[in-house]
């Protein structure tokens, strides 16, 4: 299977939202993406610092995720046991009610 991330490349995140204990991104056309499990930004870790990026590329791997944006920030998601707070680490939702869930 694809991973669900290919439907971001290209596309602009609008705007990061910090939501109580997750993260929020918005892209264009309608994507959301939510950010449950720990995460970190590189280099500078500013979250806010993506806003306005392109996602330019990604790794889905077992153990993290990696989002790679226009200016070289990238945004880091660590899918290891330990990273977990609840059922989900996180959820990709787009147009037409598409919903991806990364679960255990």
Partial sequence: MKSPFRNLIDLKVDK???VHDYIQLLF???WVLNVYNDFKV???DELKKIQQMKLCQ???ESDL???V?????TLIVKM???AWHGPEAVSLKGPD??????NE
């Avoid at 944006?69 to 920030?73: L, P």
């Avoid at 009610?97 to 990364?102: H, L, R």
């Fill in 16 to 18: 990061v939202v910090q």
């Fill in 28 to 30: 264009e056309r309608e």
């Fill in 42 to 44: 590189t280099p500078n």
């Fill in 58 to 60: 990604f790794s889905d």
């Fill in 65 to 67: 995720i990696k989002l």
């Fill in 69 to 73: 944006f226009s200016e070289g920030q």
């Fill in 80 to 82: 290891s046991k330990e």
């Fill in 97 to 102: 009610n598409q919903t991806f869930v990364w």
